[in-house]
């Protein structure tokens, strides 16, 4: 009973192409991230939504697209892939996105673009 | 500009001893302060976090370490086991804005030698 899962594990593919990646948590959480660990292991987020709403944009390109179904659920859409978007991506969630909660990680994406 | 480093890439102890795992923030507005595990095709983990208007937090083997004025916390594992061979992500949290964004440092690889 995984609490937060990420599908596919592996994605290789190449430039130009767009992939997605999804996220699923079943803690009950309000508030769900995604981060990317590019090649220097620096861990970084991109975007979180709380409730389905988009509540953090760290000046992504547009090319990235998330999108939340429901609470329980958060993809990540990547258009017109580029080598530099070779990078772990980590998808999590967090009760309450403010005040004092630890957030809880997904096993992670590592999506290689050739 | 990182706001969070973690200065050691790496680090190996002998079991039994003390691991020592150190971090440093310029960003003197972060209230909160976590270390989170990560083993090889995992998710982090949250271990043990700190606010800032403590000095030590104790939890088990592990205890987080917090110096306001010199910007500066340390994870300190005694004794240190094999199992705790991992990649340690120190991050900060600055409450009171529009959003609570992590920040992470980028991780120190601890290797405890049996």
């Known amino acids: 009973d995984t609490a937060v899962s990420q599908t596919p594990k592996y994605l290789v593919t190449q430039m130009g192409n767009d992939k997605s990646i999804k996220c699923e948590q079943n803690l009950g959480h309000d508030t769900m991230y995604w981060y990317k660990q590019d090649s220097k292991k620096f861990l970084k987020i991109m975007f979180s939504y709380n409730n389905k709403e988009l509540i953090i944009n760290e000046t992504v390109p547009n090319r990235f697209s998330p999108k939340s179904p429901d609470k329980a659920h958060l993809n990540l859409h990547i258009n017109s892939l580029e080598l530099g978007d070779s990078a772990v991506y980590f998808c999590?969630?967090?009760?309450?996105?403010?005040?004092?909660?630890?957030?809880?990680f997904g096993p992670g994406t590592r999506l290689t673009v050739t | 500009d990182q706001q969070v480093k973690q200065n050691s890439p790496s680090l190996s102890v002998q079991e039994g001893r003390i691991s020592i795992l150190n971090c440093d923030y310029t960003n003197s507005m972060f209230d909160y302060f976590l270390w989170y595990k990560k083993y090889p095709a995992e998710g982090p983990t949250f271990l043990i976090s700190i606010s800032s208007i403590k000095d030590k937090n104790e939890d088990g083997r592990f205890t987080v370490f917090l110096n306001k004025s010199a910007k500066h916390l340390s994870l300190h594992i005694v004794p240190s086991q094999p199992g705790d061979s991992a990649v340690y992500f120190c991050a900060a949290i600055a409450y009171g804005g529009a959003t609570n964004k992590l920040i992470f440092g980028t991780g120190t690889l601890l290797a405890v030698q049996p």
């Open positions: 999590a969630s967090s009760q309450r996105a403010w005040g004092i909660y630890e957030q809880y």
